[in-house]
Nanobody, 126 residues
């Protein structure tokens, strides 16, 4: 059974930084593409960043380009999201997600991911 356990998050002032971590219990972790989604109150769950299994390909939502960095360590079965220059509008619950199986396109919607972390709150104060 695949499990995703998140850590990190919390309360930070605008302009500050956070690092989210997601540990995945799956021996085929290097075969999985990983994504970070955010979901603010009464909003849909949106893709923030995505990384391919070998880390060679990444994708970022326009709203976070240049501020957030997704990375992974396949030796540790973990994926990370470094958040810099945080803004109040980044406030949301953040979820990591895993997708197993080949895809030729970036999976940008939640339905295309197979497993989810428990979510972690990020709150940015102004």
């Amino acid at each position: 059974q695949v499990q995703l356990v998140q850590s990190g998050g919390g309360l930070v002032q605008a302009g500050g930084s956070l690092r989210l971590s997601c540990a995945v219990s799956a021996f085929t972790f290097s075969s999985s593409a990983m994504g970070w989604f955010c979901q603010a109150l009464v909003k849909e769950r949106d893709l923030v960043a995505h990384i391919s299994g070998n880390g060679a390909r990444t994708y970022y939502a326009d709203s976070v380009k240049g501020r957030f960095t997704i990375s992974r360590d396949n030796a540790k079965n973990s994926v990370y999201l470094k958040q810099n220059s945080l803004r109040p509008e980044d406030t949301a619950v953040y979820y990591c997600a895993a997708r197993f199986g080949f895809t030729s396109t970036i999976p940008t919607t939640p339905i295309r991911y197979n497993y989810w972390g428990q979510g972690t709150q990020v709150t940015v104060s102004s």
